[in-house]
């Protein structure tokens, strides 16, 4: 059985910085791409980043490039480091699985996603 557990999101001023971690439980981890989205109330989810299974291929939303960074290692953990946040940030923020690549920053082309972790920006 899948499992991807996030961690690490809280409450931050704006200009501070927070790393979300995700646990993953897959036994062909390096196999998979990973992602990360985000739902704020009231609105659509969203694409924020993602890394290919061997870390060659990057991708970041617009919103995020300069600011947000994802990795991953061999212990079946994916990271992002959330740099300079803003209120805009403030989301739920879901790690996801996906066995391809092509369609990174579409929800729907991920086969597993966690249960989310909450992010708050506010002085």
């Known amino acids: 059985q899948v499992q991807l557990v996030e961690s690490g999101g809280g409450l931050v001023q704006p200009g501070g910085s927070l790393r979300l971690s995700c646990a993953a439980s897959?036994?062909?981890?390096?196999?998979?791409?990973m992602g990360w989205f985000r739902q704020a109330p009231g609105k659509e989810r969203e694409f924020v980043a993602a890394?290919?299974?061997?870390?060659?291929?990057t991708g970041n939303a617009d919103s995020v490039k300069g600011r947000f960074t994802i990795s991953r290692d061999n212990a079946k953990t994916v990271y992002l480091q959330m740099n300079s946040l803003k209120p805009e940030d403030t989301a739920v923020y879901y790690c996801?699985?996906?066995?391809?690549?092509?369609?990174?920053?579409?929800?729907?082309?991920?086969?597993?996603w966690g249960r989310g972790t909450q992010v708050t920006v506010s002085s």
């Open positions: 996801t699985a996906s066995r391809f690549w092509s369609d990174y920053t579409n929800p729907h082309g991920y086969d597993y």
């Open positions: 897959i036994r062909t981890f390096n196999s998979y791409a």
């Open positions: 890394i290919s299974w061997n870390s060659g291929r």
